[in-house]
């Protein structure tokens, strides 16, 4: 019983993470490229917990590779102004819109769930090490400024995939880190 009641516990407080994220049927990675502006983050995971209230508006920057893949660089402008960074080239699946990246000792898989390529898209990536899974979610914007009904949808898609309300965040506007 002693094992069996933190586990439990430890199953209830995590984001429901399986197979059943589908990404978007006519995916095009090469209508992906260019700025994407990251506003919408949520997961239930500890660290996001821990670092919420440092976190702002990014840059991701999606570049396909001439096999399909994709490059992921990332930039954020830290309080203190210095910049964050992280790059990641993202493996295709079979399933066109799933990639597949190594990170921080995890495995992740990369999920583009819905896309409008002059506007947003939203993605799920699912997040194992050591035989368990996180979700995170994104919500990516063409502008730093998205339309309220999607950033209701990026709230609805995150509360449905089991992410706990208050860690869903709209990431508060910063200055751009410069380019490198």
Same mark, same amino acid.
């Given at each position: 019983?002693?094992?069996?009641?933190?586990?439990?516990?430890?199953?209830?407080?995590?984001?429901?993470?399986?197979?059943?994220?589908?990404?978007?049927?006519?995916?095009?990675?090469?209508?992906?490229?260019?700025?994407?502006?990251?506003?919408?983050?949520?997961?239930?995971?500890?660290?996001?917990?821990?670092?919420?209230?440092?976190?702002?508006?990014?840059?991701?920057?999606?570049?396909?590779?001439?096999?399909?893949?994709?490059?992921?660089?990332?930039?954020?402008?830290?309080?203190?102004?210095?910049?964050?960074?992280?790059?990641?080239?993202?493996?295709?699946?079979?399933?066109?819109?799933?990639?597949?990246?190594?990170?921080?000792?995890?495995?992740?898989?990369?999920?583009?769930?819905?896309?409008?390529?002059?506007?947003?898209?939203?993605?799920? !990536?699912?997040?194992?090490?050591?035989?368990?899974? !996180?979700?995170?979610?994104?919500?990516?914007?063409?502008?730093?400024?998205?339309?309220?009904?999607?950033?209701?949808?990026?709230?609805?898609?995150?509360?449905?995939?089991?992410?706990?309300?208050?860690?869903?965040?709209?990431?508060?506007?910063?200055?751009?880190?410069?380019?490198?």
């Amino acid at each position: 019983m002693r094992v069996l009641l933190p586990l439990l516990g430890a199953l209830l407080c995590c984001p429901a993470v399986s197979s059943e994220v589908v990404p978007q049927a006519d995916f095009n990675v090469q209508a992906v490229a260019g700025n994407w502006y990251l506003i919408g983050f949520a997961t239930n995971a500890q660290w996001f917990v821990n670092r919420r209230a440092s976190m702002n508006v990014g840059v991701a920057i999606l570049t396909p590779t001439a096999d399909g893949d994709l490059e992921i660089s990332y930039s954020s402008l830290s309080a203190d102004g210095s910049c964050w960074r992280l790059n990641h080239l993202a493996k295709k699946a079979e399933v066109p819109g799933k990639f597949t990246y190594t990170g921080w000792g995890r495995v992740n898989d990369l999920y583009m769930v819905e896309v409008k390529y002059d506007e947003y898209t939203l993605t799920h !990536t699912v997040m194992r090490k050591d035989g368990n899974s !996180t979700a995170v979610i994104n919500l990516y914007g063409r502008a730093v400024d998205l339309r309220a009904d999607l950033l209701e949808k990026f709230k609805q898609f995150s509360l449905k995939a089991g992410i706990l309300p208050e860690n869903i965040a709209f990431l508060p506007k910063s200055a751009e880190c410069p380019a490198a």
